[in-house]
C-alpha cells in the first residue's frame, strides 16, 4: 500500500514538471513567432519608413526584455520545482525507513502478543478444568452428606411474626428476596447477598431445615421457594391452621 503511494507520488509530480516544460515550452515558442513577426513588421517598416526605424528598434527591444524576463521567471520556477522534488524525495526516503523499523517491531510485537494468547487460553482452559472438577466435588459431597443423614424438616405455626426474630440479618435478606422475585437457586441468591457458594449453600440448607423454605429436588442445583405460612407471615397474615 505504501509504495502504491509512494509510485502515485511520483506519477503526480512527473505529470506536473511535464506540463510546466510544456507550458514553459509553448510560451517560448509564442515568443519566438512573436519575435519574428516583430522582425518582419521592422524589416518592411524599415524598408518603406527609414524614420521609423528608432522606434520599432525600441519595440524589439521591449520584446526582447519581456521574453528574457519570463524565461528567467520559468527558470526561476523550475528550479524551485526541482528543490521540491529534491525535499519530496529527502521525506520519502525518511518514510522508507521509519516504514522498516515499524515492520520489524510489528513483526516482534505481533509475536509475543501470539504467544500470550495461546497462554492465556491455556490458562483459562486450566481454571475451567478446576471450577469444573471443584463443582462436580462440592455437589458429590453434598450428595453423600444428603443420602446418610436425612434432615428432619420443621413445620412451624405461630399467630404473628415473632418467628423471625431468630433469623439473622441475611437470613431475613433471602426470605425478603425469594418472597418479591420468587424461586431462586444458590447460584442466583449468592450474586444477591454477597456470600461465597458455599457458604449459600448451607444458609439455603439451614433455611430448609428449620421449615422457612421449600426445596425442589427434581433439578441441579436446588430451586429454593418459601413455603405457605413463611409467605403469609411475611405479607403480613396469620398462616392458615
Given at each position: 500500500?505504501?509504495?502504491?503511494?509512494?509510485?502515485?507520488i511520483h506519477?503526480?509530480?512527473?505529470?506536473?514538471?511535464?506540463?510546466?516544460?510544456?507550458i514553459?515550452?509553448?510560451?517560448?515558442r509564442e515568443?519566438?513567432?512573436?519575435?519574428?513577426?516583430?522582425?518582419?513588421?521592422?524589416?518592411?517598416?524599415?524598408?518603406?519608413?527609414?524614420?521609423?526605424i528608432?522606434?520599432?528598434?525600441?519595440?524589439?527591444?521591449?520584446?526582447?526584455?519581456?521574453f528574457e524576463?519570463v524565461?528567467?521567471?520559468?527558470?526561476?520556477?523550475?528550479?524551485?520545482?526541482?528543490a521540491?522534488?529534491?525535499?519530496?524525495?529527502?521525506?520519502?526516503?525518511?518514510?522508507?525507513k521509519?516504514?522498516?523499523?515499524?515492520?520489524?517491531?510489528?513483526e516482534?510485537l505481533?509475536?509475543?502478543?501470539?504467544d500470550?494468547?495461546?497462554?492465556?487460553?491455556?490458562?483459562?482452559k486450566?481454571?475451567?478444568?478446576?471450577?469444573?472438577?471443584?463443582?462436580?466435588?462440592?455437589?458429590?459431597?453434598?450428595?453423600?452428606v444428603?443420602?446418610?443423614v436425612?434432615?428432619?424438616?420443621?413445620?412451624?405455626t405461630?399467630?404473628d411474626?415473632?418467628?423471625?426474630?431468630?433469623?439473622?440479618?441475611?437470613?431475613?435478606?433471602?426470605?425478603?428476596?425469594?418472597?418479591?422475585?420468587g424461586e431462586?437457586?444458590?447460584?442466583?441468591i449468592?450474586d444477591?447477598?454477597?456470600?461465597?457458594?458455599?457458604?449459600?449453600a448451607?444458609?439455603?440448607?439451614?433455611?430448609?431445615?428449620r421449615?422457612?423454605?421449600?426445596?425442589?429436588?427434581?433439578?441441579?442445583?436446588?430451586?429454593?421457594?418459601?413455603?405457605?405460612?413463611?409467605?403469609?407471615?411475611?405479607?403480613?397474615?396469620?398462616?392458615?391452621?
Amino acid at each position: 500500500m505504501f509504495d502504491i503511494l509512494l509510485i502515485g507520488i511520483h506519477i503526480v509530480l512527473f505529470g506536473v514538471a511535464s506540463a510546466f516544460l510544456f507550458i514553459y515550452y509553448k510560451r517560448l515558442r509564442e515568443g519566438e513567432r512573436e519575435y519574428k513577426r516583430a522582425k518582419g513588421v521592422i524589416d518592411d517598416i524599415i524598408f518603406s519608413f527609414n524614420g521609423d526605424i528608432k522606434r520599432q528598434n525600441e519595440k524589439i527591444e521591449e520584446i526582447s526584455r519581456r521574453f528574457e524576463e519570463v524565461l528567467s521567471g520559468e527558470i526561476r520556477r523550475l528550479e524551485e520545482l526541482n528543490a521540491m522534488l529534491v525535499n519530496i524525495r529527502g521525506e520519502v526516503d525518511k518514510l522508507m525507513k521509519y516504514k522498516e523499523v515499524y515492520y520489524a517491531n510489528y513483526e516482534e510485537l505481533k509475536t509475543k502478543v501470539d504467544d500470550l494468547s495461546v497462554k492465556y487460553d491455556e490458562v483459562l482452559k486450566k481454571l475451567s478444568e478446576i471450577e469444573k472438577s471443584r463443582i462436580e466435588k462440592a455437589e458429590v459431597r453434598e450428595k453423600n452428606v444428603e443420602s446418610k443423614v436425612k434432615p428432619s424438616r420443621t413445620t412451624f405455626t405461630a399467630k404473628d411474626d415473632k418467628v423471625l426474630v431468630s433469623l439473622t440479618e441475611t437470613e431475613l435478606k433471602v426470605l425478603e428476596i425469594l418472597a418479591k422475585e420468587g424461586e431462586k437457586t444458590v447460584p442466583e441468591i449468592k450474586d444477591r447477598i454477597g456470600l461465597t457458594r458455599e457458604h449459600t449453600a448451607r444458609l439455603m440448607k439451614s433455611l430448609y431445615t428449620r421449615g422457612y423454605v421449600e426445596r425442589r429436588d427434581d433439578r441441579i442445583p436446588y430451586v429454593y421457594r418459601l413455603n405457605k405460612e413463611m409467605e403469609e407471615i411475611l405479607r403480613g397474615e396469620s398462616p392458615k391452621t
